[in-house]
Nanobody
Framework: QVQLVESGGGLVQAGGSLRLSCVASGSFFSIRAMAWYRQAPGKQRELVATITDIGTRNYADSVRGRFTISRDNAKNTVYLQMNSLIPEDTAVYYC???????????????WGEGTRVTVSS
């Protein structure tokens, strides 16, 4: 009933930039928060950045100052602008939406399939 579609991953040299996008589609009442996670080879999945429905942002220490999360509520889309990329940023990046399916319901989490980011030195 609800799907997240991601785009923007790829191969980039160190120091370069990428812009990830994730759009939510289907039937739901509202999206309360959206987030980006990543999982590097041999490591656990980690939270990269979050943005609430009113625009409050939080970042992992490892990306603060280099990455920017934003959202377009009219398009049900979250973005992750990644600048000054380093090899340590190499990972599969996943988007997540915390949404309310119908009014007065609880929050459910919906995940994207992930998009791979590779940063070469």
């Amino acid at each position: 009933q609800v799907q997240l579609v991601e785009s923007g991953g790829g191969l980039v040299q160190a120091g370069g930039s990428l812009r990830l996008s994730c759009v939510a589609s289907g039937s739901f009442f509202s999206i309360r928060a959206m987030a980006w996670y990543r999982q590097a080879p041999g490591k656990q999945r980690e939270l990269v950045a979050t943005i609430t429905d009113i625009g409050t942002r939080n970042y992992a220490d490892s990306v603060r100052g280099r990455f920017t999360i934003s959202r377009d509520n009219a398009k049900n889309t979250v973005y992750l602008q990644m600048n000054s990329l380093i090899p340590e940023d190499t990972a599969v990046y996943y988007c997540k939406a915390d949404l309310v399916r119908v009014r007065y319901d609880g929050v459910m989490a919906v995940w994207g399939e992930g998009t791979r980011v590779t940063v070469s030195s």
